[in-house]
């Protein structure tokens, strides 16, 4: 056992002020992060946000939450779907319409079953299949990817910023499979049963533990970057699967838009930290190691989903 | 791949009218739970649960949430300390401090950093090191265990209802170390730095994706069997570590109550699925490898914390 030097603190505190030269205190995962070279921050570009924007709660206040699409390989004709969707103010009045606690917040057309009632989809939609769940590559970069232990695939990774679950296509090749997993603020699109894989008008993100066993059963779309409290804190639907059973119940959304509609002045700007440098890979030994005060036994591994991206505001321009 | 019939329905409704007698569906894993035999499930005793209950919400509605104490050998004393907290209604009163977005939601006493001011505790409670977040034992049962891959201990193991990490005290012994793990909804006792490992008036409960990384690290006292709604819909804190920052924010505990205190007539009963038998296998091969209809691919695997024990509410007598 480790024992870390005593301080008294507020729970889960660990701060700065706390090191003492003689027994220098390891940074957390958050001061590793920090530290980190702006060169080493990546810039999303504004077509991959959207912005999603519910009516105010009770007290007035804005709720706005911001989903970075899924860059390729991965679901591309559903994200295609959607900027089509968020082009034509589809989701504008529309409804949050489900939320099932330690599972997902589900959004779209709350008459999206009666075709007579449904609001019309925008032309120009693509139909995609299961196969689209999933991407193959025989590069073999793969390889050279730090692996993570995971308990739904054989292995998994981080690349260009994304977690992804990975499979080898057969024992004697280099071509595997590889997708995108459903941790905590993952974005995906909402179905009806195999082999329906919906269009993308109505998505859903995971507000509880990551329910990995819908990888490669759905479409992953991208992943809440900022707000996602606005959706997670939201009350419980007491129906079946925590749909809301009135339309009372229901939050508004306002309207979705691709940031790289909005005028520039309303445009938010975000960056995610590579995957591929060095302050992440000590940020992802950290959070699987803690050595910051408060902590006594270092797991020795993490889950994939217990090793969120870094994702934050662009800094103004100096 | 396995294929399933295709069928109409919402989002991960696998109806029980949708089995073809030509082509069985496989049941999902609530309905494998719905048919386990009365004898599979195991009464809590009413000392091992705690009701708190929550000033009503804005309208006027209840809010009660149920806590099943966590049994021998694991965190008995603080576990011991909470009964005496409860017996003395220390919490009464007190309220909801912290609700950090997809971590913790926290409770206790406000003042509690304030000698000044801060509630005094009962007599009587014990001082707990460390030591105490593990429990040691040379029985070879844990041999027999279905063993799961786990990315935080060398495996994990259901035993007598709760979810467990599992490591060996040396490699040429069979004494093995347990201990309860941090899924959606434990509750652990909150604390300052190291060597504190406070005494169980401040407490919290998992509201996001499994922080197994405190594991070891805390005293896993119980977890949530009811009402975590109440809990997990709060708003987030804007403080730091989601502390409110103002005494507004803070939602009042009207009372935390060992079920055992309470007139029988408005005393809870809950059982859980033991994790010893035939039902349970069954369910948690089923959350490893979905059959039901909605389901594309079986993952193959699931990590602990995805393998929710089932609790219910005790059915009246026949």
């Known amino acids: 056992m480790i024992r870390p030097i005593a301080i008294a603190a507020a729970l889960l505190v660990a701060p700065a002020s706390a090191q003492n030269p003689e027994n220098p205190v390891a940074p ?67 409804a949050i319409v489900r939320v099932q606690d330690n599972y997902v917040v589900q959004w779209g057309d709350p008459e999206g079953d009666d075709k007579a ?43 260009d910023g994304w977690p ?12 595997y499979s590889a997708w995108p997993v459903h941790c905590y603020g993952a974005v995906g699109v909402a179905r009806g049963m195999s082999p329906d894989a919906g269009t993308g008008d109505g998505l859903y993100t995971v507000i509880g533990h990551a329910p990995r066993h819908l990888d490669r059963n759905i479409a ?39 940031a790289s509609e909005l005028p520039e002045s309303d445009r938010p700007a975000f960056q995610y930290l590579s995957t591929e440098g060095e302050t ?4 992802a030994d950290a959070r699987a190691n803690r050595r910051d005060p408060f902590f006594i036994v270092p797991a020795g591994g993490a889950d994939i989903c217990n090793i969120p991206v870094p994702v934050r505001r662009s800094p103004a321009p100096e």
Chains 1, 2 share one sequence.
């Not at 991407?135 to 292995?155: I, M, N």
């Open 220 to 258: 992953v779309v991208g992943r809440l970057v900022e707000g996602i409290e606005h959706l997670s804190s939201l009350p419980r639907g007491t129906g079946p699967l925590g749909f809301y059973e009135t339309a009372e119940e229901r939050v508004p959304i306002e309207s979705i838009r691709l």
């Open 28 to 94: 957390s995962p958050g001061e590793i992060v920090e530290q980190a070279a702006s060169s080493e921050w990546i810039a999303i570009p504004p077509e991959d946000l959207l912005v999603m924007t519910l009516a105010p709660d009770r007290e007035g206040k804005e709720r706005r939450a911001v989903i970075q699409l899924m860059p390729p390989p991965f679901s591309q004709p559903w994200v295609e779907n959607i900027r089509t969707l968020a082009k034509a103010h589809w989701w504008d009045g529309l």
């Open 164 to 175: 992804l679950g990975v499979d080898w296509q057969s024992s004697h090749s280099l071509t």
């Open 117 to 159: 009632k449904a609001r019309p989809l925008p032309s120009g939609l693509a139909a995609t299949g299961e196969a689209g769940y999933v991407a193959t590559s025989e590069d073999e970069d793969v390889l050279r990817y730090a692996k993570l232990q995971d308990a739904y695939s054989p292995f998994a990774i981080f690349r």
């Open 280 to 283: 992440f890979a000590r940020y």
